[in-house]
Every structure is written in C-alpha cells, then in structure tokens.
C-alpha cells in the first residue's frame, strides 16, 4: 500500500520550507483501523478522539510535520487516493462518528448538496442550524462509550433518551 499525501489548507501557493501535503503513513492508517468498530446498523464508528463539532479527528506526524483530519475525510482519503477540490466528505448516514466509505455512508459530495441533505434531514432551516454541535458532540461521545463499553445507554442532562437514529 503506498503513502497518500494530503493536502495542508491554504499552503499550496504559500512559499514555505515544509511541504504542503503531509502523508497518510501505514502506521497513520493502522491506527485509524484500531479505532473503527463495525455496527449492526452497518456504520463504522470511529472510537478515537471527538471534537467539539461532534465529529472524529486523527493525528498523525510524517517526517515531523503535524496533521490533524476530520476522520470521515480521512476514509475518503483512503478511499479516493485523494479528494478533489471543492468535494466534502457527506455523511449519507447521518451519524458524524462513521467512516464508511459507500453504501450510504461517507461519500464525496458537494458543500451545497451535504446542505440540502442536511436540511431534508431536519438539521438545519435553511437559516438556523437545528442540531447544534455541543449536542452533537455529546451524542459522539455517548456512542463512543456505548461501543468501548464505558457506559450503559441512558437519559441525557435533558433527561432524554437520544435517538436510536442518532446513535447508528
């Protein structure tokens, strides 16, 4: 398997003295897999590090230079090889904690059709975000829990159960 470059934000036309690109290592892409958990409902969870957005992050380093990916864009990555410009990483199953690719998982898509997906799915307005990312993130993390078994599914501070949808 060869090493896949990606590309840093920003940087392609800057003049520097580290690469613009910093590459997806084989020991970057093992530990992506030690962390992804196959569901029943056939998502791959990602079980690392959550953001504050709600969606999975990864770390890696190449010859000492720092990348930090969302970690949808980084299956997609894998996936592609690399991903063209103005394409986003859409997640076709709602769940911001799944990395796989296809199936009506992770797909390429573009900035103006994710938003449509995601006002048709009753996360945004068209004006107003309805799910917000704090809520997000605590639902992530409630999952990731649930599948390394840290916890027992249960309300919520709000005293909810989360949605099933939600979860899976």
């Not at 060869?2 to 997806?24: E, F, K």
């Not at 409630?142 to 501070?157: D, F, H, I, V, Y």
């Amino acid at each position: 398997m060869t090493d896949i470059d990606v590309p840093l934000p920003g940087l392609a036309n800057l003049r520097r003295t580290r690469p613009s690109t910093v590459r997806i290592t084989t020991a970057a892409r093992r530990s992506f897999w030690r962390r992804v958990r196959v569901t029943d409902s056939g998502c791959w969870i990602w079980t690392g590090a959550v953001a504050s957005d709600g969606y999975g992050r990864i770390t890696w380093t190449h010859h000492g230079v720092p990348r930090t990916l969302s970690t949808h864009r980084f299956a997609l990555t894998l996936a592609l090889g690399t991903i063209p410009a103005g394409i986003v990483a859409a997640h076709g199953c709602d769940h911001p904690l799944c990395v796989r690719f296809g199936a009506g998982h992770v797909h390429p898509s573009t900035q103006s059709a994710n938003l449509h997906h995601a006002i048709d799915a009753g996360r945004h307005d068209n004006v107003n975000l309805v799910v917000d990312s704090t809520r997000r993130r605590q639902q992530s993390l409630t999952t990731r829990a649930m599948l390394l078994g840290r916890c027992e599914p249960q309300a919520n501070s709000n005293s909810e159960q989360p949605e099933q949808s939600m979860l899976f």
